[in-house]
C-alpha cells in the first residue's frame, strides 16, 4: 500500500513540472508590458506575473514578487503588498524552504487582517494551511482550513466553502480519521453538485477513493473511480482523463484482473504520450510490467520493466541538473540580496550533494532490483516448465499404458473370437458330414437304383459344399477361399464318386489361385460339381476313353472365368441345351445367371464345352 | 389362389428363392415375381405395385434389401417383410426404422408369413 501511495506523490509531483499548459505568449506579452508601463499599472503586472506559478521557475517569480514588493511599499499599496508576501511564500515553499514560505504567508495574513480584506485573509489562510499540510503539521494545517472555512461562510462563497471542506477532508483522512473525511467530502460534495462545479466534483469523488482505498473497501474504490471518469470525460480534461485512467488500472492490476486494467491502461499512456507527460508515461510502463507479469508473459513484463527503468534514470538525471541549475541561481540572488547568507548556501551545496549521493544510491539499488527481478523470473520460468515436463511425461507414461492394455484386451478378444469362428465353421462342414453319413445309411437300405442314385447325388452335393467350408477354415482371413483348391478337391470328389467311368478319362486343369469370398464361392463349387459330374456321366457313353479339361483365370477386368470342356459326343446341333437339361443343370443355371449374375454358355466344339464368366466383387465383405 | 393379392420375392439365393415360391404356391399365395437384385426389385416394385415384398436384407451387384425398400417405399407405400440369415443390431435397427410390417429370420416359416398376409387383408 505505501509503494503505491509514494508512486501517486510522484505522479502529483511530476504533473506540477510536466503537464500544466504553456503561457509563454501570455507571459511575453505581460514582460514586454512591463517595460512600458509605471506605478499601480506595473504593480499590478510584477504581482501577476510573481503568481504564474506553473509558467515561470520559483526564482524569477521570487525577484518579480521583490520587485512587486518594493513598488507596493513605495505606492503604499498594502493590499498588492499582501498579494506580494503571498507569492514569495509560493515560490518558496515550492524551492522546499517551507519556513521562510510560513513566515511569507504570515505577513501577507498580518497586512490583509490589518486592511480588513476578507478575501485576503481566506487567501492567506488557505496557503498557511497547505504550507503545513505539506510540512505534516496536520493540527495546525486543521487550525487555518478550519478559519478558512469560517471567512468562507461569512463571505457566502460556496465555491470557497467547498474548497475549506475539502481540505479539511483532506487532513482527516491524513490522519486516518477516516469518518470525519468522509464526512467533509460528502459535505464539500453536496455543494459542489448545488453548484453544478464539476471538476470540483470529480476531485472529491477521487479523494473518497483514495479514504476507501485506505480502509480497503476496494469496491467503493473502483465506483468513485469510475464516477469520477465519467465526469472527467464529460468535462474532456485530458489530464484528469490520464490520471483517472491509470488509478482504475491499478485498480485491477491490484486484483488480478488483468485484462480489465489493459484497456484503462492503454488510454491512459495515449494521453500521457499527447500531454507528453514523461512522469505518467514512466509510471505507466511500470504498470504495463506488472500487466505482462499478471498474465504470465515475463520477456514481455522484463521488456516494460527496462523501458520504465531507462526513463527513471533519465528523468533523475534531469531532475538533478535543473536542482543544481536552481540552486546556482538561487545562489547567484541571494548573493545580492544578503551576504550574510553564505553560510547558508553552503549547507544548500551539501544538500545537493547529498541529493546526488541519494541519486546514485537509488539507481544502485534499481539496478540490483532489475537483476534480481531477473533472476526470479528467469528461475520461475525454469521450474515452471521443468514441472510442465514432468506432468506431460507422466500423463504420456499413463496414457500408454492404458493403450498397451486396451490393445492385449483387443487382441485376446480377437484371438477368442477366430477360435469360436473357426470352431463354427468346423462344426458346420462336420455337421454337413454327419448329414452325407445319414443318408449313406438310408440309401443302403433302398432298392431302388433310382432313388439310391438321387441319395448318392444329394450326399456329393453336400459333400462339394463341405469342402468350401473345409478351405474357409483352413484359411487365414476367416471369409476367402482359394478357389482353385476348392475345385481340385470337388473333381476329386467327383471322381471318387463315378470311379468306374473316371478311371478311362483324363483330367486336364489349369487354375489360377484366386481368392473369393465364400459366397461366391459356395454357389461355384455347387455349379462346378454339376457340370463335371455331367461330363464324367454323359460325354463318353461308350466307356472309350476321354478327357475332361478345366480352366480358371481371372480377366484384367477382374471377372472370372471358369471353362469346362471334354471330347466327348457334344450335342446334336438342332438341340439347345437349356432346353433338355435335368434339375441338376438347371440349378447350375439359376445359380450361374440368377444368383451369382454371371453368364454361363454352352457349345458343342470337339464336344460339350461350358463357359462361365462372373464377377469377382459380388458380394460386399461382410468382415 | 388369394384374391388379387400377389407377393414379389427378392432372394439372391436361387434355392432358397424357388423353395420360398414354391412354399407360397403351396399355401395359396400368388407369387407374382422373383429376382436376386435390388435395382430390379425396385423397378418391379414400382411397374407391377405387389401386396407384399418379401426382402432378403443382403443381396448381391448393388443395393442391399434395406436400400432398395428405401427408393419404393420413397413413391409407394407397399408393405414390405425383411428377411435375414444373421442380422447383426445395427442391421435391424436400420430396416425397422423403414416400419416393415415383419422381420424374420431364416429360415423362412411360411405360417408367419401366412398370418401377415392375414392381417394385411383385413386392413
Known amino acids: 500500500m505505501s509503494v503505491k501511495k509514494i508512486m501517486l506523490l510522484t505522479i502529483m509531483f511530476l504533473i506540477c513540472i510536466n503537464v500544466i499548459p504553456s503561457y509563454s505568449q501570455e507571459i511575453d506579452t505581460l514582460k514586454n508590458k512591463l517595460q512600458n508601463v509605471k506605478g499601480i499599472e506595473k504593480l499590478k503586472i510584477l504581482n501577476k506575473l510573481a503568481g504564474c506559478y506553473w509558467e515561470l521557475p520559483p526564482n524569477e517569480r521570487i525577484t518579480f514578487a521583490n520587485q512587486a514588493f518594493d513598488l507596493a511599499n513605495k505606492l503604499n499599496d498594502q493590499k498588492s503588498k499582501a498579494d506580494a508576501f503571498n507569492n514569495l511564500g509560493v515560490a518558496y515553499n515550492q524551492l522546499d524552504e517551507t519556513q521562510k514560505s510560513l513566515s511569507y504567508f504570515m505577513n501577507a495574513l498580518d497586512i490583509a487582517e490589518q486592511v480588513n480584506d476578507k478575501d485576503r485573509i481566506a487567501q492567506s489562510f488557505l496557503n498557511l494551511g497547505q504550507a503545513n499540510f505539506y510540512l505534516n503539521h496536520f493540527d495546525k494545517a486543521q487550525e487555518y482550513f478550519q478559519k478558512l472555512l469560517e471567512i468562507r461562510k461569512e463571505l457566502g462563497d460556496k465555491q470557497g466553502i467547498s474548497m475549506a471542506l475539502n481540505h479539511l477532508g483532506n487532513v482527516m483522512a491524513k490522519t486516518k480519521r477516516y469518518d470525519e473525511a468522509l464526512d467533509y467530502f460528502s459535505k464539500s460534495l453536496t455543494i459542489r453538485k448545488e453548484i453544478n462545479y464539476k471538476m470540483g466534483i470529480s476531485q472529491i469523488y477521487n479523494n473518497i477513493a483514495n479514504v476507501y482505498f485506505d480502509l480497503g473497501e476496494m469496491n467503493n474504490v473502483l465506483e468513485y473511480r469510475l464516477k469520477s471518469l465519467e465526469i472527467v470525460r464529460e468535462l474532456d480534461n485530458k489530464w484528469e482523463i490520464a490520471i483517472t485512467t491509470y488509478n482504475i488500472a491499478e485498480y485491477y492490476l491490484y486484483h488480478n484482473e488483468p485484462d480489465k486494467a489493459y484497456p484503462y491502461l492503454l488510454e491512459s499512456q495515449d494521453l500521457a504520450e499527447k500531454l507528453d507527460n514523461q512522469g505518467l508515461i514512466r509510471d505507466n510502463l511500470q504498470f504495463f510490467s506488472w500487466y505482462y507479469e499478471l498474465i504470465e508473459n515475463y520477456p514481455k513484463a522484463l521488456e516494460y520493466l527496462k523501458d520504465y527503468a531507462k526513463l527513471t534514470k533519465k528523468q533523475f538525471s534531469e531532475k538533478l541538473s535543473e536542482t543544481i541549475v536552481e540552486m546556482q541561481i538561487k545562489y547567484e540572488t541571494e548573493k545580492k540580496e544578503k551576504e550574510g547568507q553564505a553560510y547558508k548556501l553552503k549547507l544548500e551545496k551539501s544538500h545537493s550533494e547529498m541529493v546526488q549521493l541519494l541519486f546514485l544510491l537509488t539507481v544502485a539499488l534499481f539496478t540490483t532490483f532489475i537483476f534480481y527481478y531477473r533472476y526470479r523470473i528467469k528461475k520461475k520460468s525454469a521450474l515452471l516448465l521443468e514441472d510442465l515436463v514432468d506432468q506431460r511425461t507422466h500423463e504420456l507414461q499413463q496414457k500408454f499404458h492404458e493403450l498397451e492394455q486396451a490393445k492385449q484386451q483387443i487382441q485376446n478378444n480377437l484371438k477368442v473370437k477366430e477360435k469360436l469362428l473357426l470352431e463354427l465353421y468346423h462344426r458346420t462342414k462336420n455337421n454337413m458330414q454327419i448329414i452325407c453319413s445319414m443318408m449313406n445309411l438310408h440309401a443302403l437300405k433302398l432298392d431302388d437304383q433310382k432313388i439310391k442314385a438321387v441319395f448318392q447325388n444329394l450326399d456329393d452335393k453336400i459333400h462339394a459344399m463341405a469342402i468350401v467350408h473345409q478351405k474357409l477354415y483352413e484359411s487365414k482371413d476367416l471369409s476367402h477361399v482359394n478357389l482353385k483348391d476348392c475345385l481340385i478337391d470337388i473333381l476329386t470328389l467327383v471322381k471318387q464318386s463315378y470311379s468306374e467311368l473316371s478311371n478311362q478319362i483324363s483330367f486336364h486343369t489349369k487354375m489360377e489361385d484366386i481368392n473369393l469370398l465364400v459366397d461366391t464361392a459356395a454357389p461355384l463349387g455347387l455349379v462346378f460339381y454339376e457340370l463335371t459330374s455331367n461330363a464324367v456321366q454323359h460325354a463318353f457313353p461308350n466307356q472309350e476313353s476321354g478327357e475332361i479339361k478345366v480352366n480358371l483365370y481371372l480377366t484384367p477386368k477382374n471377372e472370372i472365368i471358369l471353362d469346362v470342356s471334354d471330347n466327348g459326343i457334344g450335342l446334336p446341333l438342332e438341340f439347345d441345351i437349356k432346353k433338355i437339361i435335368g434339375l441338376g443343370l438347371e440349378t447350375a443355371i439359376g445359380l450361374v445367371e440368377y444368383q451369382l449374375g454371371g453368364e454361363i454358355i454352352f457349345e458343342t466344339r470337339n464336344g460339350l464345352y461350358c463357359k462361365i464368366v462372373l464377377k469377382k466383387e459380388l458380394y460386399k465383405e461382410r468382415i | ?123
Not at chain 2, 94 to 116: H, S, T, W
Request: glycine fraction near 4%; charged fraction near 30%.
Open chain 2, 1 to 123: 389362389m388369394e384374391d388379387s393379392f400377389k407377393v414379389l420375392i427378392v432372394e439372391d439365393e436361387i434355392l432358397v428363392a424357388r423353395s420360398l415360391k414354391i412354399n407360397l404356391v403351396k399355401a395359396g399365395v400368388d407369387v407374382l415375381d422373383m429376382t436376386a437384385k435390388g435395382k430390379n426389385a425396385v423397378n418391379i416394385a414400382l411397374q407391377k405395385n405387389p401386396s407384399l415384398i418379401l426382402m432378403d436384407i443382403r443381396l448381391a451387384n448393388g443395393l442391399d434389401g434395406i436400400e432398395s425398400a428405401e427408393k419404393i417405399l420413397m413413391k409407394k407405400k407397399i408393405p414390405i417383410i425383411f428377411m435375414s440369415g444373421y442380422a447383426t443390431e445395427k442391421i435391424k435397427e436400420r430396416a425397422l426404422k423403414l416400419n416393415p410390417v415383419g422381420f424374420l429370420e431364416k429360415p423362412i416359416d411360411i405360417y408367419k408369413v401366412k398370418q401377415i398376409i392375414a392381417a394385411l387383408k383385413k386392413s
